[in-house]
């Protein structure tokens, strides 16, 4: 009996199929009423008692073994395409394709020019990669201010006249861009990504996104800054929402503030998110230096303005709690579906 068994292993690692009718007569042959397997549980009715053990084991695997076997060659047929076989439905609708989902830098970055646009800016673009004027020197940034430094910009090529060209380190080059081109009433949004030489970490990047705002016109005073980003505030992270703006330094605004929301995840009272203060920053702003708008061919005298930047990763790791930066690049699909494709 064992010799047997063992015969017909070995003789069924080789058995092919290729219809369903085939498969059918295979089945009937070992597993039939009057098959193979039948058989041998007939035999094993003679089988001394203190052998039934072992052999019904053996017997018991090897039923399992055919049963397999058989499992294995129908399916195998399944995955076979075959025009002609008379099962076919043609009028099947096809399989779905799935399908993909806004990146959330791409649904964050939608919703911020949304708001925006709702009270009256436009979008504006610019070069990444750019030059020393547009970067730096238009913005008021001494020759030998830190950031032109080559730790923190990537540059390209090195210029005799010192107008090097590099990839831009901020999206206010497209402050300078649009001024040379137009006179004010100018009210802009430019989102763009943007370069500078950092180790990656989960809280650095050498590449990131950010979102530029410049509004120049007559009169254009800090209450309008400050009633403007409020208003964004608001609308990104809900009507409840507080602004702080704190002094600061840029050297093509002046003043300058850096802008904090209040914390919506513990409404003020301090958490993890941020770090037990209550508020999280979010961009940095400021009055237009008129240097800035002198330097670009609009009159100082004549107008003002502010200009506002923000990191599109950081304002999306707040709204969806998201806590390593390397995520937004690794399009691994596990992380990226779970963003609605809402915008
Ligand atoms: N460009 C600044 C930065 O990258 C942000 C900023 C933009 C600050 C506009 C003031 C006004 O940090």
């Not at 399989?95 to 806004?102: K, R, T, V, W, Y």
């Not at 061919?297 to 599109?312: E, H, K, L, R, T």
């Amino acid at each position: 009996m064992k010799q047997i068994i063992e015969n017909v292993l070995l003789e069924l690692q080789n058995v092919k199929a290729t219809s369903v009718q085939e498969v059918e007569q295979l089945k009937i042959k070992y597993l039939g009423k009057k098959g193979l397997l039948a058989g041998l549980f007939e035999e094993f009715k003679q089988v001394p008692n203190e052998e039934k053990r072992k052999f019904g084991a053996l017997l018991n695997d090897f039923k399992t073994k055919i049963e397999e076997k058989i499992e294995e060659l129908k399916n195998g047929l399944e995955s076979v395409h075959s025009p002609d076989a008379k099962n076919d439905d043609l009028t099947k609708p096809s399989n779905l394709l799935s399908l993909g989902s806004l990146h959330p830098l791409s649904i964050v970055k939608n919703e911020i020019v949304e708001i925006f646009s709702r009270i009256g800016y436009v979008v504006a673009e610019g070069p990444e990669i750019e030059d020393d004027r547009h970067v730096f020197g238009a913005l008021n940034f001494p020759p030998e201010h830190p950031a032109r430094d080559m730790q923190d910009t990537f540059f390209i090529e090195l210029r005799e006249d010192d107008n090097h060209a590099l990839l831009r380190t901020h999206t206010s080059s497209v402050q300078v861009r649009t001024m040379e081109k137009q006179q004010p009433p100018i009210r802009i949004i430019a989102p763009g990504r943007v370069f500078r030489n950092e180790a990656i970490s989960a809280r650095a990047h050498c590449i990131f996104h950010q979102v530029e705002g410049l509004y120049i016109d007559k009169g254009v005073s800090f209450a309008d800054l400050k009633q403007s980003l409020l208003y964004f505030a608001k609308e990104m992270f809900g009507e409840q929402t507080k602004i702080r703006l704190r002094p600061s330094y840029f050297p093509f605004t002046e003043p300058s503030a850096e802008m904090d929301v209040s914390c919506n995840l513990c409404e003020g009272k301090g958490c993890n998110i941020c770090k037990g203060t209550g508020w999280l920053e979010i961009m940095g702003c400021g009055m237009i230096d008129p240097n800035v708008l002198d330097a670009s061919g609009i009159d100082s005298n004549v107008y003002s303005g502010f200009a506002f930047g923000m990191g599109i990763e950081r304002i999306a790791m707040l709204k969806y709690d998201i806590k390593d930066l390397r995520l937004y690049f690794e399009n691994d699909l596990r992380f990226l579906k779970q963003f609605s494709s809402a915008y």
